[in-house]
């Protein structure tokens, strides 16, 4: 990515971003006049992302409660090319993401920062209220080194036609970052991804020598199975 600029601090705004990207309920709403104030005087936005985010704010202000509920959970919590889970991006399913994840809490933690009990460390939103509390120059890092998650999710959100787009483009702005074109991999459909296991798909014929034909079924004795027979057996038999 091309560094276009040097972003001045802006911990106001980066809270306001964090809280753009949270649920849309009562509680949100009622501080959207607030949020709205505190990204004007802090001034650390471009005047054409600031006009964006002023559309997302009107929406979730003035819009359908029901509907803007429904359409967050359309775009953040059905696929993985908007997830708001950083790690998502990064480690997927593996074994990685784990200590990735206590890294990042103990990371908090050194900050004087601790978790509720339902928060993950890589949620944005957690991540952007952390960032707010540093130094402008290890928030630039910060911000920097996870532009790259930011661009992704900003080019999919865009490829759906979604205002929350401007979220993320402020936060690439913020970082110093320039955005850039990147392929979205479709999701995967949610029938597909919470499709329950074939029962017994162990015994298809997918991965046999010779499908079609009768195969041997071996019966291996546990030792749990030796152990119970060892107990259930009259004293003095060898079982």
């Not at 707010?132 to 865009?158: C, D, G, K, V, W």
């Not at 970052?177 to 015994?203: I, N, Q, R, S, Y």
Request: aromatic share 6%.
């Amino acid at each position: 990515m091309a560094l276009f600029s040097k972003p001045a601090a802006a911990p106001l705004s980066l809270r306001v971003l964090a809280r753009l990207l949270s649920y849309p309920d009562a509680q949100l709403r009622g501080d959207l006049d607030d949020m709205r104030q505190a990204l004007i005087s802090e001034n650390a936005i471009a005047t054409p992302r600031l006009a964006e985010l002023e559309t997302l704010i009107t929406t979730l202000a003035r819009g359908n409660a029901l509907d803007n509920e429904a359409d967050y959970v359309e775009v953040f919590d059905r696929g993985r090319a908007t997830s708001l889970h950083l790690f998502e991006h990064v480690h997927g399913d593996s074994r990685d993401r784990g200590p990735a994840m206590i890294d990042l809490a103990q990371t908090y933690e050194k900050a004087g920062l601790f978790l509720g009990p339902n928060e993950m460390p890589d949620y944005l939103p957690v991540v952007l209220e952390f960032v707010s509390t540093q130094p402008p120059a290890e928030a630039r890092a910060f911000l920097s080194e996870m532009a790259h998650i930011f661009n992704a999710i900003f080019n999919a959100l865009q490829q759906r036609n979604s205002p929350y787009a401007s979220v993320l483009g402020a936060l690439l702005e913020l970082s110093g970052e320039k955005a850039h074109p990147v392929k979205v991999v479709a999701d995967e459909p949610l029938d597909t991804t919470w499709e329950e296991p074939v029962v017994f798909d162990g015994c298809s014929v997918k991965g046999q020598g010779k499908p079609g034909q009768p195969q041997p079924i071996h019966f291996v004795k546990t030792d749990a199975a030796r152990t119970h027979q060892k107990l259930a057996a009259p004293a003095g038999a060898t079982p």
